[in-house]
């Protein structure tokens, strides 16, 4: 049989020619010339409309600056042409993914996954879109979903650690202790030195002598939490404490009168002194995690802020308080015994003291799977009289949402007052429980 010569039409590029403009577009687009490829390529295609990697190569151009509608149909185009290249469906996923179709860009990029099921790129791509879309609608079946992606992702990379730290956040969303539990010792078996797996390991395990939480532990998740602190607490989790210590600081303070110098404990991004700052005369914030403090700066309610563990500021802080506050940050400390000792060294005669805590049914404290710490009303009301305040306030609230149940806890408030006042104090008081609030 004769081979048929195909005839070129005229100003048709030969092979060769189409090829050269192809290198010469891929270089411009990669030496981040990407006006030049996209006139490289368009000229290309019109030439040689089939040139799928061309029609690839210019709808990412498209991508890059915004026009996700010109770049899907060149896409969908060069699917048309290539139905079985994995990556033109990955390509497609990332695009949707940019212009925020998510259910566009999982369903691409499941379809991609099909044909190349150990491509690193396609699962990554999963498992951060069934991520996202499940914290935002609050669905365990797409945590499962992105789950069952994380495991195929590390299952071909072993040794990578960001990826197992969110396999394991699935499995406590899917409450499998078990798989968490052995997630979290693949991690440290990676890096021995996680602080972070190490604490969130003991909790998962129920480890019922923890007193403390590293605070290079502490310092890692607000420093990586910071930038979305507000919106994420505040806005999705309803976050109430600052507002809580604002209805009772308006509850016990006449109107007009004022907290005095005031020393924020843990102050994070600075909710408190948004809550109260106009009630204080002079307000200090010290938090652990500079980049929680970046964020409180630039709120600009504070007079002072400090980078360092509230145990070594009040240690060092040669100023006496008229009110201490720790707005949700005793779950990070535990055992408070040197806490309050300090605390109550650094408050005047009738200073205030101010702190939520997560309620604990049981005696005592207790590390949660969460790995926050929770303190029992008599723990706190024991300790307080112990330390030597005089008086002890404790209102039930609500901390915050916890998945889809409110997470209860106290707000105290405590008096220093004087040796004296607390003995007339303990005499008047009756038992002492906790008082449902709000
Ligand atoms: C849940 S946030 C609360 C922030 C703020 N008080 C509020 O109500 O918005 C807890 C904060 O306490 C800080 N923190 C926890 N343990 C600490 C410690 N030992 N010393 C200083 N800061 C600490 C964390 O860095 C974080 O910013």
Request: some cysteine.
């Given at each position: 049989?004769?081979?048929?010569?195909?005839?070129?039409?005229?100003?048709?590029?030969?092979?060769?020619?189409?090829?050269?403009?192809?290198?010469?577009?891929?270089?411009?687009?990669?030496?981040?010339?990407?006006?030049?490829?996209?006139?490289?390529?368009?000229?290309?295609?019109?030439?040689?409309?089939?040139?799928?990697?061309?029609?690839?190569?210019?709808?990412?151009?498209?991508?890059?600056?915004?026009?996700?509608?010109?770049?899907?149909?060149?896409?969908?185009?060069?699917?048309?042409?290539?139905?079985?290249?994995?990556?033109?469906?990955?390509?497609?996923?990332?695009?949707?993914?940019?212009?925020?179709?998510?259910?566009?860009?999982?369903?691409?990029?499941?379809?991609?996954?099909?044909?190349?099921?150990?491509?690193?790129?396609?699962?990554?791509?999963?498992?951060?879109?069934?991520?996202?879309?499940?914290?935002?609608?609050?669905?365990?079946?797409?945590?499962?979903?992105?789950?069952?992606?994380?495991?195929?992702?590390?299952?071909?990379?072993?040794?990578?650690?960001?990826?197992?730290?969110?396999?394991?956040?699935?499995?406590?969303?899917?409450?499998?202790?078990?798989?968490?539990?052995?997630?979290?010792?693949?991690?440290?078996?990676?890096?021995?030195?996680d602080t972070a797996a190490s604490h969130l390991l003991a909790a998962a395990q129920g480890q019922d002598d923890a007193t403390t939480t590293d605070v290079d532990y502490v310092r890692g998740v607000f420093d990586a939490a910071a930038d979305r602190f507000d919106t994420e607490l505040v806005d999705d989790l309803k976050y109430q404490v600052p507002e809580q210590i604002r209805c009772r600081v308006d509850d016990i303070l006449p109107k007009g009168q004022s907290l005095g110098r005031v020393l924020d404990l843990g102050c994070g991004t600075g909710l408190v002194a948004e809550a109260i700052g106009d009630r204080c005369d002079w307000l200090a914030g010290v938090d652990v995690s500079s980049r929680m403090i970046e964020q409180a700066r630039e709120k600009d309610r504070y007079d002072v802020l400090h980078v360092a563990t509230l145990e070594d500021h009040l240690n060092e802080t040669p100023d006496p308080y008229d009110t201490v506050i720790a707005a949700d940050v005793f779950m990070y400390v535990g055992a408070l015994e040197e806490v309050f000792e300090r605390v109550r060294g650094k408050l005047t005669e009738t200073g205030l003291f101010i702190f939520s805590t997560e309620l604990l049914t049981e005696p005592g404290f207790q590390l949660r799977a969460s790995g926050r710490f929770a303190h029992s009303d008599a723990y706190i009301r024991e300790l307080a009289a112990r330390i030597g305040f005089a008086q002890i306030q404790g209102e039930q609230m609500t901390v915050r949402m916890e998945g889809a149940s409110a997470l209860a806890g106290v707000l105290y408030v405590l008096r220093r007052g004087t040796r004296r006042d607390f003995e007339c104090a303990r005499r008047s008081r009756g038992g002492g429980e906790v008082t449902q609030g709000s």
């Open positions: 049989m004769s081979k048929k010569k195909q005839r070129r039409r005229p100003n048709q590029p030969s092979g060769l020619e189409t090829a050269q403009r192809y290198r010469r577009a891929v270089r411009a687009y990669e030496t981040g010339n990407l006006l030049k490829a996209r006139r490289g390529l368009q000229a290309l295609l019109k030439g040689a409309p089939h040139h799928v990697e061309a029609l690839v190569l210019l709808g990412r151009i498209h991508a890059s600056a915004g026009d996700f509608d010109r770049s899907g149909s060149l896409l969908h185009k060069a699917i048309e042409l290539a139905p079985t290249k994995a990556h033109l469906r990955l390509h497609l996923g990332e695009v949707f993914y940019q212009a925020g179709k998510e259910d566009e860009a999982i369903q691409a990029l499941e379809a991609a996954h099909e044909l190349d099921p150990s491509n690193l790129q396609t699962l990554d791509g999963l498992a951060s879109v069934l991520f996202k879309h499940a914290k935002s609608q609050r669905s365990v079946e797409l945590w499962t979903r992105a789950r069952i992606y994380l495991e195929r992702y590390c299952a071909l990379a072993p040794t990578n650690l960001p990826k197992r730290w969110i396999l394991a956040e699935c499995y406590d969303r899917e409450g499998e202790v078990n798989k968490r539990i052995r997630t979290l010792r693949e991690i440290i078996d990676i890096d021995p030195d």
